[in-house]
């Protein structure tokens, strides 16, 4: 009796479906079993980061818990920023927008923007995330160099709002040598959002410096 030359591929076929079936479950089960450890990690990353503008002892609130998402129509940012509240027996000290710019030269440019609520002052700027050029654009990366540090203490008076832009431009801040589009953006990003904080709070009497 000849045996059917289908069988052997049946088999084989047969064989690599449960092999398949079974790093399908193997994975699947492995991403159960460490997906409260990712989102832990993530979480950490992120109050890191936070945490290089507004640090642990300034606060006693949840501030990851504190963050909302509003819709916004600022030129040269995109349409969405988060906002966390940094607060100490319930009274608001720091507010840390996530904005990002669309201006970078190789696209958005995500920040960090800490203000600090009595001064009106800039507490820090961080980039989140980027895609500018490696030794050009990256020098807006605190690993890379101490340009972003300069916005510490600035606020729209300090410089005057016509002087918030790069020297280039006919403002007071730093350029890079052979890239201006970054610093730019986040020049500009940083500027639009003390402006977005300062129309937050003019019903309190704080008056945006023209």
């Not at 009274?91 to 840390?96: R, S, T």
């Not at 440019?109 to 989140?128: C, E, F, P, Y």
Request: charged share 25%; proline share 2%; glycine share 8%.
């Amino acid at each position: 009796m000849l045996k059917s030359p289908l069988k052997p591929v049946m088999t084989a076929g047969l064989s690599l479906g449960v092999f398949a079936l079974l790093a399908v479950l193997l994975l699947a089960s492995i991403q159960w079993l460490t997906k409260d450890r990712i989102a832990e990690n993530e979480r950490v990353r992120h109050l890191l980061s936070l945490h290089e503008i507004v640090s642990l002892e300034d606060y006693d609130n949840d501030l990851l818990a504190t963050m909302v998402e509003r819709d916004i129509a600022i030129n040269g940012l995109s349409d969405k920023i988060k906002i966390y509240s940094a607060r100490s027996d319930g009274i608001e000290l720091v507010k840390v927008y996530g904005v990002t710019s669309l201006n970078g030269y190789s696209g958005g440019i995500s920040l960090l923007v800490g203000v600090d609520m009595t001064s009106q002052q800039l507490r820090g700027v961080r980039v989140a995330s980027h895609k500018e050029t490696p030794g050009l654009g990256d020098k807006i990366e605190t690993n890379k160099s101490d340009w972003i540090l300069q916005f510490v203490g600035k606020s729209l008076g300090n410089p005057r709002l016509n002087q918030w832009k790069i020297k280039k431009d006919g403002g007071v801040f730093d350029q890079f040598t052979g890239a201006t589009i970054t610093p730019r953006a986040v020049v500009n990003a940083v500027r639009e959002t003390l402006k977005f904080t300062a129309q937050k709070n003019a019903s309190k009497g704080q008056l945006l410096n023209e």
